[in-house]
């Protein structure tokens, strides 16, 4: 079955760009729709943004200027950056998938294990 | 933003007895095109990733056991364990996704009393 395991460098300091990628094994990204959504105490879970295969993405206004989700289909791959990060940005990651034929904004049916990032200096 | 809010903040059922957990829409997240309500509601234990155990509502997902139920429409939604197991300890969750952004409930915590 279809496994997604997010990956990062770890901590990050403020005002720096939090990089994540998603990689997805025992099946294709392709004709999807892939989210990142974020889980910390203070705001409980949070849907960041997504993407479909072809390109399209969707963000979460509250942080859309900061905000760039991108897919790599050869490598079954999907990424986030999320730039000028501060102490609110700290949190479990998750990568997600939208289940076929459902809502692409959720109806998650496939989630990573969560990569756990702290902001700090 | 579609604001989602759960009720009540967490509940202690006794085992094999019925849990109950609300959850209403700022909006409704019914679409009329397809009469389908965007509304999922999932499941999430500790250090692990949040389960989904239903979608359109009321659409169990796969191996997901029938004692769960989901119903509603609208702006009112309701999950029901039927019969609390000691696994069924975990925090719950709905989720719409008929806007964006998608947006959850602040979790209800289901404990055994």
């Known amino acids: 079955q279809v496994q997604l395991q997010e990956s990062g460098p770890g901590p990050v300091k403020p005002w720096e760009t939090l990089s994540l990628t998603c990689t997805v094994s025992?099946?294709?990204?392709?004709?999807?729709?892939w989210s990142w959504v974020r889980q910390s105490a203070g705001k409980g879970l949070e849907w960041i943004g997504r993407?479909?295969?072809?390109?399209?993405?969707n963000y979460n206004p509250s942080l859309k200027s900061r905000l760039t989700v991108s897919v790599d289909t050869s490598k079954n791959q999907f990424s986030l950056k999320l730039s000028s990060v501060t102490a609110a940005d700290t949190a479990v990651y998750y990568c997600?998938?939208?289940?076929?034929?459902?809502?692409?904004?959720?109806?998650?049916?496939?989630w990573g294990q969560g990569t756990m990032v702290t902001v700090s200096s | 933003d579609i604001v989602m809010t759960q009720s009540p903040d967490s509940l202690a059922v006794s085992l094999g007895e019925r849990a109950t957990i609300n959850c209403k829409s700022s909006?409704?997240?019914?679409?009329?095109?397809?009469?389908?309500?965007?509304l999922a509601w999932y499941q999430q234990k500790p250090g692990q990733p949040p389960k989904l155990l239903f979608y359109?509502?009321?659409t169990r997902e796969s191996g997901v056991p029938d004692r769960f139920s989901g119903s509603g429409s609208g702006t009112d939604f309701t999950l029901s364990i039927s019969s609390l197991q000691a696994e069924d300890v975990a925090v719950y969750y709905c989720?719409?996704?008929?806007?964006?952004?998608?947006?959850f409930g602040q979790g209800t915590k289901v404990e055994i009393k």
């Open positions: 997600a998938r939208a289940q076929a034929g459902g809502g692409t904004l959720g109806g998650f049916d496939v």
């Open positions: 993407i479909h295969t072809s390109g399209t993405t």
């Open positions: 359109w509502a009321s």
């Open positions: 909006q409704s997240v019914l679409y009329s095109s397809n009469n389908k309500n965007y």
């Open positions: 989720q719409q996704y008929y806007a964006s952004p998608g947006t």
């Open positions: 025992g099946g294709s990204i392709s004709t999807y729709y």
